[in-house]
């Protein structure tokens, strides 16, 4: 990108001239959100700054919390429960807008406190003082890969373990067209620094629960069909979640998007999870990104929507069937020739 060291030299000003820092992780957190964290943290410890990272508006992810100090460093708050008097600079992490920050209410920072936003969708809003958004970038901690070589910070296995894993989770393990010859080779000098990436991978893909298998089960006996099978979606209402006691991390987290996507002649999938009374959580995935970007769709029907071309999400706040009906209406009106 233009001027990227132009602005990691403002951010590193920002950080000299700050004490104490918040850090957060987006809503569902994903590998690429709790990387960044940890490595941001792990930097900012280690040159003196007090540091507090706050996973945000859901629980700790299950398939992270046996190969990373997630709840050691990261401290289970959202941004409603943090008193932002206390910190002099929030950097703001693979989140697009304040709604990737918490949609507990209106995120609103108070003058005296500086933002930094680093990320690398292409829906970010530059909503910081500084804003380091690359979107050429396959993922967030790609991004502080490159910031980290610009400041000369020496990699251990810890640092280069939190970075690989954000690209490995962003890229859906190298698939995804952002996987650039440049992500291929910074992973290759991550896993060479720690040498255990395969059982992180490993554990990444591999710690379901049962109630994530009982989802998939609930969420595969549900498909609809829609303009001659092109895309297909899964549904779940709110009442199957209320009576089976589902939490709503439970009720968005799984791989029911990336099991539909599998599925050859089905271009663009989702799963719509009503995870509230009238607030619906839609997952969308394409087999295309080059003709059917999904973050379009997103960013089109609910708040705070966005994502990356193969991969995105939004949340509603209607009950399943008028979401369902306005995810099929935005679909229609974006991509006609479907």
Same mark, same amino acid.
């Given at each position: 990108?233009?001027?990227?060291?132009?602005?990691?030299?403002?951010?590193?000003?920002?950080?000299?001239?700050?004490?104490?820092?918040?850090?957060?992780?987006?809503?569902?957190?994903?590998?690429?959100?709790?990387?960044?964290?940890?490595?941001?943290?792990?930097?900012?410890?280690?040159?003196?700054?007090?540091?507090?990272?706050?996973?945000?508006?859901?629980?700790?992810?299950?398939?992270?919390?046996?190969?990373?100090?997630?709840?050691?460093?990261?401290?289970?708050?959202?941004?409603?429960?943090?008193?932002?008097?206390?910190?002099?600079?929030?950097?703001?992490?693979?989140?697009?807008?304040?709604?990737?920050?918490?949609?507990?209410?209106?995120?609103?920072?108070?003058?005296?406190?500086?933002?930094?936003?680093?990320?690398?969708?292409?829906?970010?809003?530059?909503?910081?003082? /500084?804003?380091?958004?690359?979107?050429?970038?396959?993922?967030? +901690?790609?991004?502080? $890969?490159?910031?980290? !070589? #610009?400041? &000369? =910070?020496?990699?251990?296995?810890?640092?280069?373990?939190?970075?690989?894993?954000?690209?490995?989770?962003?890229?859906?393990?190298?698939?995804?067209?952002?996987?650039?010859?440049?992500?291929?080779?910074?992973?290759?000098?991550?896993?060479?620094?720690?040498?255990?990436?395969?059982?992180?991978?490993?554990?990444?893909?591999?710690?379901?629960?049962?109630?994530?298998?009982?989802?998939?089960?609930?969420?595969?006996?549900? /498909?609809?069909?829609?303009?001659?099978?092109?895309?297909?979606? +899964?549904?779940?209402? $709110?009442?199957?979640? !209320? #009576?089976? &006691? =589902?939490?709503?991390?439970?009720?968005?987290?799984?791989?029911?998007?990336?099991?539909?996507?599998?599925?050859?002649?089905?271009?663009?999938?989702?799963?719509?999870?009503?995870?509230?009374?009238?607030?619906?959580?839609?997952?969308?995935?394409?087999?295309?990104?080059?003709?059917?970007?999904?973050?379009?769709?997103?960013?089109?029907?609910?708040?705070?929507?966005?994502?990356?071309?193969?991969?995105?999400?939004?949340?509603?706040?209607?009950?399943?069937?008028?979401?369902?009906?306005?995810?099929?209406?935005?679909?229609?009106?974006?991509?006609?020739?479907?």
């Amino acid at each position: 990108m233009k001027n990227f060291s132009k602005t990691a030299k403002e951010i590193q000003d920002f950080i000299k001239n700050s004490q104490n820092v918040l850090l957060h992780c987006h809503p569902s957190p994903d590998p690429d959100s709790i990387g960044s964290v940890l490595a941001m943290k792990k930097y900012l410890v280690s040159i003196g700054k007090n540091v507090t990272a706050i996973i945000g508006d859901y629980d700790y992810p299950t398939n992270m919390v046996d190969s990373f100090p997630i709840e050691k460093e990261i401290e289970k708050k959202s941004f409603f429960d943090i008193n932002l008097e206390d910190f002099d600079l929030f950097i703001i992490l693979d989140s697009s807008s304040t709604t990737q920050i918490s949609r507990k209410g209106e995120v609103v920072f108070p003058e005296h406190l500086k933002t930094i936003v680093i990320d690398h969708h292409k829906t970010n809003i530059r909503f910081g003082d /500084i804003n380091l958004v690359d979107e050429n970038s396959a993922s967030t +901690t790609q991004v502080l $890969y490159k910031l980290f !070589k #610009e400041w &000369n =910070i020496e990699l251990d296995k810890d640092l280069a373990l939190y970075l690989f894993i954000g690209i490995y989770g962003d890229t859906g393990g190298f698939q995804y067209t952002l996987t650039s010859p440049e992500t291929f080779r910074i992973a290759t000098e991550l896993v060479s620094v720690c040498p255990n990436y395969h059982r992180v991978v490993f554990n990444l893909e591999n710690s379901k629960r049962e109630i994530e298998v009982e989802m998939m089960g609930l969420a595969l006996s549900n /498909i609809k069909k829609y303009f001659n099978g092109k895309v297909v979606l +899964t549904v779940i209402p $709110y009442e199957v979640i !209320k #009576e089976r &006691n =589902i939490s709503k991390e439970d009720a968005t987290e799984g791989l029911v998007p990336e099991i539909l996507r599998s599925v050859k002649g089905w271009d663009i999938v989702g799963s719509l999870v009503e995870i509230e009374d009238c607030v619906t959580r839609i997952a969308l995935r394409t087999r295309d990104e080059k003709k059917y970007d999904v973050s379009i769709i997103a960013k089109n029907v609910g708040t705070g929507g966005g994502g990356h071309p193969g991969a995105a999400g939004t949340t509603v706040m209607k009950n399943l069937t008028d979401a369902e009906r306005e995810l099929i209406r935005s679909i229609s009106n974006i991509y006609k020739e479907i």
